[in-house]
């Protein structure tokens, strides 16, 4: 069955410093993955996905199959980066001819950027 | 366009209740999804609905169930409640469903069971 593993339940960095949320994966298909981010009093919304190779915010994630992780790295920290960062697995169904997929996430890490 | 609307935003129901929590997706989005999410757990995967099919079920138990109505909005009913069962539910709207489609949460709807 499909897992990600999101080590740290929190992370603390000054401003300033970089910063890397880590994420591994358990999969035996092709992975497709996601980092997800909820800020305080809001919803969870999307900032990047493996596919798009892009860099959102400053963030910037590699897949890296030999591994199994896409870890989310941004170089210099602000404090409005602090938030619940959740990476993703989007994988089809166990049952064939579905044709839908689910997201199985990590359990998520508390980022706090300290001014 | 406005976003995944998820009623109500709050509920307390006692053991053995049933409860239906509401869905609205984004217009135009044929796919609806439903998450758990537990301190404990994490967020879960309930089930999936296309076209008011449900096309993908997550593992829990089948106190659980959910429908899609033709406008594409979605409920999800909890029966027999447990103290377990206390979650913020989540429900996420995408065109497809499928790959490459990015998935839009709703706020949620926080249950707590007593």
């Known amino acids: 069955a499909q897992r990600v593993t999101q080590p740290e339940k929190l992370l603390s960095v000054f401003k300033g410093a970089p910063v890397e949320l880590k994420c591994n994966y358990s999969?035996?298909?092709?992975?497709?993955l996601f980092w997800y981010v909820q800020y305080s009093r809001q919803r969870l919304q999307l900032l990047l996905r493996h596919i798009s190779r892009e860099s959102i915010k400053g963030f910037t994630a590699d897949l890296n199959k030999g591994e199994t992780s896409f870890h989310l790295k941004k170089p210099f920290a602000q404090e409005e980066d602090s938030a619940m960062y959740y990476c993703a697995l989007k994988t089809p169904p166990f049952n064939s001819g579905a044709g839908s997929y689910q997201l199985t996430f990590g359990k998520g890490t508390k980022l706090s950027v300290i001014p | 366009k406005a976003g995944v609307t998820q009623t109500p935003r709050y509920l307390i129901k006692t053991r053995g209740q049933q409860v239906t929590l509401s869905c609205s997706p984004i217009s135009g989005h044929r796919s609806v999804s439903w998450y758990q999410q537990t301190p404990g757990q994490g967020l879960q995967f309930l089930f999936e609905y296309f076209s008011e099919t449900q096309r993908n079920k997550g593992n829990f138990p089948g106190r659980f169930s959910g429908r899609q109505f033709s406008n594409s909005r979605s409920e999800m009913n909890v029966s027999t409640l447990e103290l377990g069962d206390s979650a913020l539910y989540l429900c996420?709207?995408?065109?497809?469903?499928?790959?490459?489609?990015?998935?839009?949460f709703g706020q949620g709807t926080r249950l707590t069971v007593v």
């Open positions: 996420a709207s995408s065109l497809t469903g499928t790959v490459n489609t990015e998935a839009f």
């Open positions: 999969y035996s298909g092709s992975p497709e």
